[in-house]
């Protein structure tokens, strides 16, 4: 039966987290992310995943408080979690646009050496010259040359790993490119998994040949079962070009689980959730995201506003923009219009992330019906709650998934390529 990978994503991001519910705990404190990674290795899962955040976001000229209002540098809180943790997976995300290779390379390796071969760098780029103004160069890049820079970031990371023969010697490395011309000697020996894992995100046709080309894991979202397939489909069909096989990639679409008793009481659950996610704030601000104006005047149990989008405002900082907003507005008034929705309504059917919503026993089947049907060899969760968001889905589905022979029992090997079943890198000196 195929195996299926699950990782933990560290909630906070957006409007994912209720920090209305009196359980919701700090972003910041050490004691947080202890908890969500300690629950994660006692559900087995491969590994931890942190978001990275290089600016506060803006709303209206003003920082978005409504979201996460500081976020710790990624590479520190997991060298923390490493002495806490022994088989977990520690993946961070890293800006491959605003970071040099040879540091992160360093940077990455010392965290694999620390955890006996758990480390993991999720890849992400950015076109955004407003982020690009808390840097010494203040530059950004256009959105064609961010996945070029990427592409050669990684590579050249990974000559400086391969730099070091397996054996424990070290040779002099130099690499000149579009980007980078670096040369010299790297300080840290070969690490334990060969390279640390690599993390990819994105769906544009250029995120999914970056993917096939260089990734060993794809975090994604889909919302159906059938979108699912249609993208495993053609990012693993895109591996051969590169002489690569389907199990050297493994897609994993973040998710989010509501659990009740019954079904009924789970859906009843999950409505509540995304009430108190799209409070009447954020309902204005999703608006406002698409349509680009400033709509604090409108009541958030009224209609949507009869005027256009105006497609390139500078209203919104720090966050992707929407692609058409046009075409989203429309969807949004045929939605509304429809069923009779308020802004508040409209906003609450058309956002919500992709959930699995049951009972244990519904929510395990489903899972596994999506891995059998190559919708997804896995799942990155993403609780609604900070720290204890996981704990019920560990003690109430993952037994559920163990005993269907879906999910590993126990872990077999110590490294995070060994949990993801993916080989150790040929050394390339």
Known sequence: MKQMHLAAHFPGVNSTTVWTDPRSGSQID????DHLARTAERGKFDFFFLAEGLRLREHNGRIHDLDVMG?????????????????????????????EPYELARRLATLDHLSAGRAAWNVV???????????????????????????EFVATARE???????????RPFAHTGQHFEISGEFTVPRSPQGHPVVIQAGDSAEGREFAASTADVV??????LEAGRAFHADVKARLATYGRQPADLKIMPGVTVVLGDTDAEAQENAAEIRRLQVSPQNAIVALE?????????????GPLPDIDPEPGSGLVQGRVRVADPLAVAARWRALSEAGGLSIRRTVIESTARQSFIGSPETVAAEMEKFVVADAADGFILVPHLTP???????????PLLQERGAFRSEYT?????????LAEPVWKG
């Open 219 to 224: 975090f994604t979202r889909h919302g159906t």
């Open 30 to 33: 050490f004691s947080s992310f």
């Open 413 to 421: 090997g110590s490294t995070l390529r060994s949990h993801l079943g």
């Open 388 to 398: 204890g968001g996981l704990d019920e889905f560990v003690d109430r589905v993952v």
């Open 71 to 99: 976020r710790p540098e990624s590479l520190t809180v997991l060298n923390a979690l490493a002495a806490v943790t022994e088989r977990l997976g520690l993946a961070a995300t890293v800006n491959a646009t605003f970071n």
């Open 289 to 301: 995201q698409v349509w680009g104006r400033d709509l604090s005047s409108y009541d958030p149990d």
């Open 160 to 170: 400086l790993w391969d730099s070091w023969t397996p054996d424990g010697t070290s």
């Open 125 to 151: 780029t950015s076109s955004d010259a407003f982020t690009g103004e808390n840097f010494r160069r203040g530059g950004y890049l256009d959105r064609a040359d961010r996945y070029t820079r990427a592409a």
